[in-house]
């Protein structure tokens, strides 16, 4: 289990890499352009050269740089989505959470009266997957695509299109390279991985039974520990 300081440490490069890109996206730094050397960027946010190459790291995933070795890391290109302006990390990471946890629990009390067999069974499988991927360490990255999956299309279920499509946005926005990544700092172990599924099950259970009361309440403690993960020290994210 994650300490609160390595805690901290992991999430440190992703505020770099936040930075970074949005310097980026600003025109700060112009495609071709090469960015600071990795000991520059280590100074000046007070942080680890290692901590400052997982972020160029996290930067490259995405496409935003290319590392030239034995020249630099240089800027690869604007990286936008859905076309707007900035990129999904410039979302703060709080207005994120308080959005979905205002909104998916009550698409999840309407779906408890309204979801179809065929969108169960569908979920079902999801959470069956998820359940095999709980020991395997080298597949984290699909089992958190899983998890979003798994809200993603929960959320038509609520038979309101609108709802539906807000928190499908909220979920794509979450689904970004780096946003993935946030996640999996988040599952570090099979223990935080069984939560997860443990808590997609009762999210699925109460909304077969028809329970919205039991369903929204079961969404909205999911939600709650990805809130506390994100800002209170330690904790885990069960996206």
Not at 1 to 18: C, F, G, H, N
Not at 186 to 202: F, K, Y
């Amino acid at each position: 289990m994650q300490t609160s300081d390595e805690s901290s440490k992991q999430r440190r490069y992703l505020t770099v890499a936040q930075d970074l890109l949005t310097a980026i996206n600003k025109g700060d730094y112009a495609p071709g352009e090469r960015l600071p050397a990795h000991s520059d960027v280590a100074v000046k946010y007070e942080v680890s050269r290692p901590t400052a190459r997982e972020a160029f790291l996290a930067l490259e995933i995405i496409g935003a740089v290319e590392v030239r070795h034995g020249d630099g890391t240089f800027v690869r290109r604007v990286v936008r989505v859905g076309g707007t302006e900035g990129s999904p990390l410039d979302v703060p990471p709080r207005e994120l959470i308080e959005t979905r946890l205002s909104i998916e629990p009550v698409a999840v009390s309407l779906a408890a009266g309204r979801i179809k067999a065929d969108r169960v069974e569908r979920l079902e499988k999801y959470l069956e997957r998820q359940a095999e991927l709980v020991d395997d360490a080298n597949s984290v990255a699909e089992f958190v695509a899983l998890g979003l999956q798994f809200h993603s299309d929960l959320a038509p279920g609520c038979g309101n299109s609108l709802l539906a499509g807000v928190i499908e946005q909220l979920v794509n926005i979450e689904s970004h390279p780096l946003w993935v990544l946030v996640n999996q700092q988040g599952l570090p172990d099979p223990q935080s991985r069984q939560i997860q599924v443990d808590e997609h099950r009762a999210v699925l259970k109460a909304v077969k039974d028809g329970d919205g009361v039991a369903a929204g309440d079961a969404m909205r403690d999911h939600l709650g520990h990805l809130d506390q993960f994100m800002f209170t020290k330690g904790g885990n994210t069960h996206v």
